[in-house]
């Protein structure tokens, strides 16, 4: 049988597994089929199109589309997954009529596909969490859901552009409007549901309200062929089908797949396959399903690893929780920013006073919108000149200087001198937060020995964030200005990594991610050194301190998608800082 059925576990619409096929027989499916090389190679077959595949290597065979694996390596390893495509019919009603391709992606090093393999890249990374959540045995099935509904979108957004070159589907990197798209999708439907009869431009150009000559240039500039040929090679693949799995004669198979008579039948047959109908059903041969040596699913899921970002890791962390925000890039209603990130720096000592000047030079990259004189520090103070000399000292740095009218002990009690990445931030943005010290063993951008602490770092990584905070967590929050979008993320748990999801909705064309990330072990006070204090060190000493501790920086490009997943992993005590950049203007 041509037809084979694809099972399916816990009520999803989709399976996933790896696999090692060597060869198998001429088949389809009523699902979609997705293959994915992880080692090795292979080759595929989709109608009359044959395919060389290799590591890293993506191929689909839409609903019902005839395809065959054949000739694979003996250390094969794919990832094989089928997809329901009539469940998602509630989000994208035609989607059993669409059209996806993303082979053929990696033949071509021109400009148009880079932009197809950063899609291909963002495509396996998708696959892989996929199938590392569907192996856990911990993932429930709303997560897994999440996951292929991203998947899905990641799909109509992006893989359903095409053209045809020697009869061949291959991805477009061209700008095809959404509204010819549909059109197309909806020809296509037409196509397939009618292609048994006889059917004219004038009947495609009736059903879209359109004139024949705009429906004519429509196809011909979207899939790269004119309308008859366009239609004759979805009439060969129903030809195919039933060369294949019934014994009819050519002359009532011609006539039932809509072709005027048996010698076009066999010219337009004969285009795509090279042979005749005849020649090709006498050279079929059935094939048995042959697998190579059993896969380890261990060693696959480290294949599959590779195709992770580093934020991603966290998928193969057991000890490991979750939380979701839901954005949308368009959104810009919401609470200003500044009025829950006081940028204000609090001079609480002569001493603070002496090291101002030396430290004028980190402190010019922190924006900060004040500086304050603390109230028990004016009350030390003795004399309203020296009080005067201070406030004139301080506005020779270029900010207003604010006299603080309470004593900031009861604030400074409740904090920890010792402090993680991720404490800091919860400090500014979940307490009611005065303002940053300069230094000092609690609340202060330097420790004893002029050692950057997790402060600095923070109000460094926030120095440039404003806008309006359109969504807030309590692990984080995301704000809107211009053409970026803000995230900051962080994970106060002391022993669990957080899997952090936003997902994002209305991502525009092409973008930039620059993440900010610093550790919860990015602080001073769990060097491993046995110096006793570091009250005085070595300036050397305290230039590789202060650079170990500044975080690391990533860079990745993000596709448009009406719902795009982010994922980042967030250790114990870890702060996260991203900004996406809108790249298109």
């Known amino acids: 049988m041509l037809f084979e059925s694809v099972k399916f576990i816990d009520n999803l619409p989709f399976s996933v597994h790896f696999t090692n096929v060597l060869e198998e027989n001429y088949h389809c499916h009523k699902e979609m089929e997705m293959l994915f090389v992880l080692k090795g190679r292979t080759k595929y077959k989709i109608h009359n199109v044959h395919y060389d595949l290799s590591a890293g ?16 390596s003996k250390d094969i390893c794919m990832l094989q997954m089928h997809i329901d495509m009539k469940f998602f019919e509630k989000y994208h009603p035609d989607i059993s009529y669409m059209f996806f391709v993303c082979e053929e992606c990696t033949k071509d090093s021109s400009s148009d596909s880079n932009d197809l393999q950063n899609k291909l890249s963002f495509l396996r990374k998708n696959l892989a969490r996929i199938m590392v959540s569907y192996c856990r045995d911990n993932d429930v099935p709303s997560l897994l859901m999440q996951e292929i509904k991203e998947l899905i979108d990641i799909l109509v957004s992006n893989f359903r552009g095409f053209y045809m070159e020697d009869f061949q589907y291959k991805p477009d990197s061209s700008e095809i409007s959404p509204i010819d798209l549909e059109r197309l999708c909806r020809i296509n439907k037409y196509l397939l549901n009618n292609y048994d009869k006889r059917i004219t431009l004038g009947d495609v150009a009736e059903m879209e309200h359109l004139n024949p000559y705009y429906v004519s240039h429509l ?3 979207i899939s790269g062929t004119g309308f008859q040929s366009f239609l004759n090679s979805l009439r060969v693949e129903f030809a195919e089908m039933m060369l294949i799995d019934t014994s009819e004669n050519l002359t009532h198979i011609s006539q039932a797949c809509g072709f005027s008579s048996p010698n076009y039948f066999n010219k337009c047959f004969k285009t795509l396959h090279g042979k005749t109908p005849a020649q090709y059903r006498k050279s079929f041969v ?6 190579g040596k059993p896969l380890s699913e261990k060693k696959a899921l480290d294949l599959l690893k590779t195709y992770l970002p580093l934020s991603d890791k966290v998928f193969f962390n057991d000890r490991s929780f979750e939380a979701v925000l839901h954005a949308d890039f368009m959104r810009t209603s919401g609470e200003d920013f500044s009025g829950l990130f006081r940028r204000r720096l609090i001079i609480d000592s002569h001493d603070d006073l002496l090291k101002l000047k030396g430290l004028d030079g980190k402190l010019e990259h922190l924006n900060f919108s004040s500086v304050a004189l603390s109230y028990d520090f004016m009350n030390d103070i003795k004399t309203g000149s020296s009080l005067k000399e201070t406030e004139s000292y301080l506005l020779s740095f270029g900010l207003p200087v604010e006299k603080l009218t309470s004593s900031l002990a009861p604030y400074i009690q409740t904090y920890n001198e010792k402090v993680r990445p991720a404490e800091t931030a919860a400090m500014i943005f979940k307490t009611a937060y005065p303002g940053v010290f300069l230094s000092g063993r609690k609340n202060s951008l ?9 402060y600095y770092f923070t109000f460094f990584a926030l120095a440039d964030v404003s806008g309006t905070v359109t969504v807030s967590h309590e692990r984080g929050m995301v704000i809107k200005k211009n053409d970026s979008l803000f995230m900051i ?49 070595p300036e050397r000493l305290r230039v590789h301190l202060n650079s170990a501790f500044c975080g690391n920086t990533s860079f990745s490009s993000l596709i448009s998608a009406k719902d795009m997943p982010v994922i980042f992993e967030l250790s114990p005590g870890s702060l996260a800082v991203a900004e996406i950049i809108r790249m298109d203007f």
């Open 57 to 72: 290597d993506i191929i689909i065979a839409d609903v019902e589309d005839l395809h065959q694996i054949y000739g694979s």
């Open 219 to 221: 196809i011909k500039n």
């Open 286 to 291: 059935q094939r048995t399903r042959i697998y």
């Open 446 to 454: 330097f420790a004893p020995g002029a050692v950057a602490t997790p």
């Open 489 to 537: 993320l962080f994970n106060e748990d002391e022993k669990r990594t957080l899997k952090y999801r936003v997902n994002i909705k209305n991502l525009p064309g092409k973008c930039c991610m620059v993440s900010k990330h610093f550790c919860g072990q990015d602080n001073q006070y769990d060097i491993p050194l046995d110096t006793g204090s570091l009250n005085i060190i």
